[in-house]
């Protein structure tokens, strides 16, 4: 009975401990040993030093808090994600420690999601499927000394309200621990929606996109890092998102600006769609230049332009410099001037004051330098681009309409103009011409005979009265198409020609009248 007691007893210890997971240190050799079952069969807490080379996908449950996975042995142990749709290692618990592997295959090599916290250190995460670590859904990491390289997408992706160290383990570190983000076929680190980095310390180079992208509504602090040669900018700031780029002075390494030794081949630095950014550039650049702002979109995320508007309010612009009742209020809109240290040249302005709304066009403010030349240009159609000139004001005050280069106070592309002393002067030049004929006689008095003077006042103003002739009455040589207006110089034509033959016939009286005075002698 008592031998019966004690293998009863030896049977229930024993399935207690197979049944309850210990903690402590625990050893799995991958090359005959499953990482994952040894995680399933330890409890919270447990650190697995873990060699060899593990062919399969890790998931660190909620429940597998404080896990620790150290890579250990030579060469280094290598966790291959066989399961080309699922991360290579999924962290759901908290306060799990990745450390000492060469990460590959998989999805994403790390992913800490849901919650989950990770410190990720002095790994190499290498020709993933997709992303080399990816933070989301308010997960949270500390990632150090790290290689991260050749992975198809982003090297990092911070998204969707989580948050990451990287670089650093404590704001009382005086040393980076930075990361090498390298060659990774998107963009090297990128932050987005609703989501926060400190990113301190790092070498990011040779990315096809940006080195470090902020992006929808996120925010980064960027510092002491060296940002080189990557496919578009050092760093892209976009959708309304921010970044501190150190401080204004400090040798810290969360106050030293970013560095650029081998240009990025866009801009050093790129802001975009309402994005803010505060610090010190550093030496960042790019072929293009150090900085680049635009475009910029109010009530659009995708804006076309570098300022794009989409006001739901009709469309409506107000500016102003004051909101104060019953103040003059003016607004002015300029452009930076050919030469830089001039004053920048004036488009317009407009002001409101207590008796009268004034809007200025090319001038009328010290704040910039009048415009040598105003344009105004129209299309007939909805598609055409420059259109053409309609009207011209010139420095000199001349004015031309459907010509740029008026020679007369008031021109018209047909050579109308009035001249300097106020006189309109039609055009009249044979190469504007065409079908010219002799007006003939009988042509001439006919239409003088069928011309009506008559006095009259225009309605506009009944008081002026005038003499002429109305446009629907006049014979048909001198109306004109729509028979609502005349040419005095039609008219004068006309009176030119019934003149020209009445003095014929005056000189062939004369002459007539001599022969008759010598017969009478």
Known sequence: MEKVKIICGLVVIGMLLWVTPSIGQVSVDCSGQSLQTAINNNAAGTTFNVSGTCNENIVIWETRERVTLNGVGTPTPTINGTNTNSPTIMVWGQGVTVTGFTISGGQDGIMVYKGGTATINGNTIQYIGRVGINVILNGSATITNNTISNNPSAGIIIQENASARIGFSSTS?????????????????????????????????????????????????????????????????DANSAVFLGELSGDTIFTRPN???????????????????????????????????????????????????????????????????????????????????????????????STNNFVAFGGGSPV???????????????????????????????????????????????????TAGGVWTDASSREYKDNIEALATEEALDTLKELNPVKFAYKTDRNEKHVGFIAEEVPELIATKDRKGLSAMDIVAVLTKVVQEQQKTISTMREELKELQGKVR
Do not use: C
């Open 173 to 237: 570190d005086t040393v980076a621990s930075g990361n090498t983000i390298q060659n990774n076929g998107l963009t090297g680190i990128y932050v987005s929606y609703l989501s926060n980095a400190r990113i301190v310390g790092n070498t990011i180079s040779d990315n096809t996109g940006s080195g470090i992208a902020v992006l929808k509504l996120s925010q980064a602090d960027i510092s002491d890092n060296d940002i080189n040669h990557n496919g578009l900018n050092g760093i892209t700031v």
């Open 259 to 353: 560095d650029t030794t081998v240009n990025n081949l866009a801009w050093g630095l790129r802001s975009t769609n309402g994005s803010y950014i505060y610090g010190r550039l550093g030496t960042l650049n790019g072929v293009s230049g150090v900085k680049s702002f635009g475009p910029e979109g109010i009530g659009t995320m995708s804006p076309q332009y570098d300022f794009d508007v989409v006001a739901p309010n009709n469309g409506l612009i107000r500016l102003g410099n004051t909101e104060t009742d019953s103040t003059n209020k003016v607004a002015r809109m300029v452009v930076r001037h050919y030469n830089n240290a001039e004053e920048p040249v004036y488009l317009f302005g407009a002001a409101s004051t």
């Open 368 to 418: 910039g330098n009048a415009a040598t030349q105003l344009d105004l240009f129209t299309a007939e159609t909805t598609t055409t681009p420059v259109g053409s000139p309609r009207i011209t004001i010139k420095g000199n005050g001349y004015v031309g309409i459907g010509t740029q280069t008026p020679s007369y106070p008031l021109e018209m592309v047909s050579g109308a103009h009035v």
